[in-house]
């Protein structure tokens, strides 16, 4: 069965304070590792997907990252408005379906 | 873009009754998702619908939960009859293959009394 394991639970930066979001997973075959953001109130909005190890996605000040065994979600120079849950999905290459980690609930204070 | 869209955003009703949750799914797209997230067990699949065809239910928890996909921008969830467990947020999802993102709606958030 396919397992997601996000650290940490939550993460309080300071504005312009980078930091990163792990996101280890298992999983037999991987047809993509998905990014998504989440805000209170909202469903989750997608990120990123990546598909091989060693690709990167850059969008803004967000890059994520990936290995055989995890992703990282690196945030640059954060600001109020990156606060948000960011989730973390896995799919396996005989179905459909997405596995979830449970999220990262990141707070970026002015 | 119109993205996926649910309707109601809210519904409070009383144990027992009937409810009914909507999804209109990005145009294009051939497979629809439902999804219920909750604090202690995060987002959980319920069904799959590919082409307008259930495809996997095995999520959905008990026999007091349905879903149809009449055609291929509309779905529904019911819940019949509700209970205070059933008290949740419920995501639609569409997508195109398998490999492509999936793409939600804001969700019902379902308080049963």
């Known amino acids: 069965e396919d397992q997601v394991t996000q650290s940490p639970e939550a993460l309080r930066l300071q504005e312009g304070e980078s930091s990163s979001l792990n996101c280890s997973y298992t999983v037999s075959g991987l047809r993509g590792l998905f990014w998504y953001r989440q805000d209170p109130g909202k469903g989750p909005e997608f990120l990123f997907t990546l598909y091989s190890a060693g690709e990167e996605k850059e969008k803004e000040r967000l890059k994520a990252t990936l290995t055989k065994k995890e992703s990282f979600l690196h945030i640059t120079a954060p600001k109020p408005e990156d606060s948000a849950t960011y989730l973390c999905?896995?799919?396996?290459?005989?179905?459909?379906?997405?596995?979830f980690g449970a999220g990262t609930t990141v707070t970026v204070r002015a | 873009d119109a993205g996926v869209i649910q309707s109601p955003r809210h519904e409070v009703t009383e144990m027992g009754q009937e409810v009914t949750l909507r999804c209109k799914p990005i145009s294009g797209h051939n497979s629809l998702f439902w999804y219920r997230q909750t604090m202690m067990r995060g987002l959980e699949l319920l069904i799959y619908?590919?082409?307008?065809?259930?495809?996997?239910d095995s999520g959905m928890p008990e026999d007091r939960f349905s879903a149809k996909m009449p055609n291929a921008s509309f779905s529904t969830l019911k819940i019949q009859p509700s209970e205070p467990r059933d008290s949740a947020v419920y995501f639609c999802?569409?997508?195109?293959?398998?490999?492509?993102?999936?793409?939600f709606g804001d969700g019902t958030r379902l308080s049963i009394l």
């Open positions: 619908f590919n082409n307008n065809v259930p495809i996997d």
């Open positions: 999802a569409s997508g195109r293959q398998n490999n492509q993102p999936q793409h």
């Open positions: 999905a896995v799919g396996g290459s005989n179905d459909y379906k997405l596995s």
